[in-house]
């Protein structure tokens, strides 16, 4: 780091993953979408595939792997530089127009032993039928910017048995489930033949799709998720399975500020909306349907947690910093927090590994006394292990801030 320059422009990476809408990110970032490209998720981080690109005292710019692995104990700081030995957290904005797909992620034992285990049978990494990216876990925690709605973790007993019971065409598995068997349930549906998930759902589709064509449907109501995934997903020679889910799961409305956290083993879809998500630096994803890529069952199955999950929404508690909110979770590799500063009032402020600060709403000044880096709304600062540096609101601010837990 040249001049011991601590505090720097950070410059994200668009996904244009075909999920995203047009128009929330771009006028976020202030870019422009005249070929209406899709703009799902915009990456803060240091993912070898996708790095962050960090904005060098003379203007020049590195990519923040490259940028962190020149002197990673100075970036990251002692503790997390041992501990980690790179950037443990992937920070992002999503704008989840269509739905994503079902999907589990590993624990770190499992995800190392079977990244290795793909590498020795010499699997591509870019191969579609790969299931691991990198050797690490992918716990999450995403905070609602939007009315924002997921699927998560299995329904407790009562609830389960309730919804099937009121879906006619789904009653067939109440035996299955016999009051608590998770794992027979949700093995029959991810393993019955192609042509008995037909039999099964189409007479399901053929009742739910036009009633929520005609609007009859509301967003509370599993009908109204499962019509839309048989419009988004579905062919006239394929139900998605992934159907069977959307009423197995938890139906989760965030309002927004409000959080929930996803730690390995538990099943979970994003449904429509736009977030902030922070997860420990991984890709790792095994997928359950309403998808068109590659699902890998016995793998799914082996790392799915068969339990009730009663979800946990999460508002936040005072942090030690004015105006400051903090998220925390079981995982040691991240901690989101919220700082909402008001104009002409600065915030002193000291970064404990390196830490990604995104303005959300406003404008502000950073400053360490021998640099200045104005941010406006959708712009990004990283600050390195160490750093004392204050942000001067010119406009009320909203700021999220990615850092790992003490």
Do not use: C
């Given at each position: 780091?040249?001049?011991?320059?601590?505090?720097?422009?950070?410059?994200?990476?668009?996904?244009?993953?075909?999920?995203?809408?047009?128009?929330?990110?771009?006028?976020?970032?202030?870019?422009?979408?005249?070929?209406?490209?899709?703009?799902?998720?915009?990456?803060?981080?240091?993912?070898?595939?996708?790095?962050?690109?960090?904005?060098?005292?003379?203007?020049?710019?590195?990519?923040?792997?490259?940028?962190?692995?020149?002197?990673?104990?100075?970036?990251?700081?002692?503790?997390?530089?041992?501990?980690?030995?790179?950037?443990?957290?992937?920070?992002?904005?999503?704008?989840?127009?269509?739905?994503?797909?079902?999907?589990?992620?590993?624990?770190?034992?499992?995800?190392?032993?079977?990244?290795?285990?793909?590498?020795?049978?010499?699997?591509?990494?870019?191969?579609?039928?790969?299931?691991?990216?990198?050797?690490?876990?992918?716990?999450?925690?995403?905070l609602a910017l939007s009315d924002f709605w997921l699927l998560h973790g299995f329904k407790?007993?009562?609830?389960?048995?309730?919804?099937?019971?009121?879906?006619?065409?789904?009653?067939?598995?109440?035996?299955?489930?016999?009051?608590?068997?998770?794992?027979?349930?949700?093995?029959?549906?991810?393993?019955?033949?192609?042509?008995?998930?037909?039999?099964?759902?189409?007479?399901?589709?053929?009742?739910?799709?036009?009633?929520?064509?005609?609007?009859?449907?509301?967003?509370?109501?599993?009908?109204f998720w499962a019509a839309r995934a048989a419009k988004t997903f579905c062919d006239a020679n394929k139900i998605d399975r992934g159907i069977f889910s959307i009423y197995l799961f938890n139906l989760v409305n965030l309002k927004p500020g409000e959080a929930i956290f996803q730690d390995a083993g538990i099943p979970h879809a994003y449904l429509e909306g736009q977030n902030m998500e922070i997860m420990a630096n991984s890709d790792n994803v095994l997928r359950g349907g309403l998808t068109n890529k590659y699902i890998d069952v016995p793998e799914l199955m082996h790392h799915t947690k068969f339990e009730p999950v009663i979800p946990n929404v999460l508002k936040g508690i005072a942090g030690t910093v004015t105006g400051e909110t903090v998220f925390p979770t079981p995982a040691a590799d991240f901690e989101l927090r919220r700082l909402e500063e008001k104009a002409g009032i600065p915030v002193s402020l000291t970064a404990a590994t390196a830490e990604i600060y995104f303005v959300y709403e406003g404008a502000v000044k950073a400053s360490d006394g021998s640099s200045e880096i104005a941010l406006g709304k959708g712009e990004t600062l990283l600050a390195t292990a160490g750093a004392m540096f204050t942000l001067q609101p010119s406009q009320n601010a909203v700021i999220f801030r990615a850092t790992v837990p003490q």
């Open positions: 780091m040249s001049n011991n320059t601590k505090i720097f422009k950070l410059e994200g990476r668009v996904q244009h993953y075909t999920w995203g809408g047009m128009d929330f990110i771009p006028a976020l970032l202030h870019l422009t979408n005249t070929d209406k490209k899709p703009f799902a998720e915009y990456w803060m981080g240091a993912h070898d595939n996708v790095p962050s690109e960090v904005v060098l005292s003379d203007g020049s710019k590195q990519p923040l792997n490259a940028f962190i692995k020149q002197d990673a104990a100075a970036v990251l700081g002692t503790p997390v530089n041992q501990r980690f030995g790179r950037l443990p957290y992937l920070f992002k904005v999503l704008d989840v127009k269509d739905m994503l797909s079902i999907q589990v992620h590993p624990s770190k034992k499992a995800a190392e032993s079977a990244f290795a285990a793909e590498n020795m049978k010499g699997t591509p990494l870019n191969a579609s039928n790969r299931n691991y990216k990198d050797d690490n876990h992918k716990p999450e925690l995403m407790a007993p009562q609830a389960l048995v309730t919804i099937l019971m009121q879906t006619p065409e789904l009653q067939f598995l109440v035996p299955v489930f016999d009051g608590k068997n998770y794992h027979a349930l949700y093995e029959l549906v991810m393993t019955m033949d192609q042509h008995e998930v037909e039999e099964h759902l189409q007479p399901l589709l053929d009742r739910i799709v036009p009633l929520y064509e005609k609007g009859f449907l509301n967003r509370s109501q599993e009908d």
